[in-house]
């Protein structure tokens, strides 16, 4: 049997969500976990040379959803993107005080927190060496992170997009409510909307099918995984072209 040849990225994408930096409590910053996110990317950076980040915001604010609230769902969602600020200053700033260049760009300025951001200062920064982290979301309400993180990884040419989960890959139904749950080791864009299969969102597939973008849908909690994913030894699901 041939043993599989590692992969060579040179830039991909890694979406992370906010709750990645809660630990069991569920909401704000947990000092333990984001050292762990550092640790995670700091071997990620031994393997590939330049990684763009898309950090959420949903251990900070998750949206509107009570009608008790009197804030219109667009408002919720700016809301939300001011919330990934705070993670990506947080993940910077232990980044850099590993060692690690890293650097924030805004979708919209908001100087002096962040640098607004465009493809080629995303790209230069890259080049320099510096773990980048995008935050913002789009900048318009209505879009996901995950459509933030296709998008980002389109505009910077990345080869892949990683999505770190709490699962370990796409499953035709959720495995910890049904024990008959099937686990995909791969699937084409087309059978994961078909499906509706719980990888992300529609407007995300969609955009990484017209792009032939591969994405990697891993969990991120195991340790080593992102490290072995980035090696080509698959520990979750993928969904590509067919």
Known sequence: MNKKKERNYRRILLKISGESLSGEAGYGIDS?????????????????????????????????????????????????????????IALRDALINKGVKADVLNSFDITPFAEGCTPSKALNKLKEGKIVIFTGGTGHPFFTTDTTGVLRALEINAEAFFKATKVDGVYSKDPKKDKNATKYESLTYDEAIAKKLNVMDQTAIALAREANLTLHIFNFFEKGNLAKELKGKRTGSVVKGG
């Open 32 to 88: 333990a976990s984001l050292k762990y996110v550092v640790e995670e990317l700091i071997e990620a950076k031994k393997i590939v040379p330049e990684i763009g980040v898309v950090v959420g915001g949903g251990n900070i604010f998750r949206g509107i959803n009570s009608p008790e609230f009197s804030i219109e769902k667009k408002s919720g969602d700016y809301m939300g993107m001011l919330a990934t600020v705070i993670n990506g």
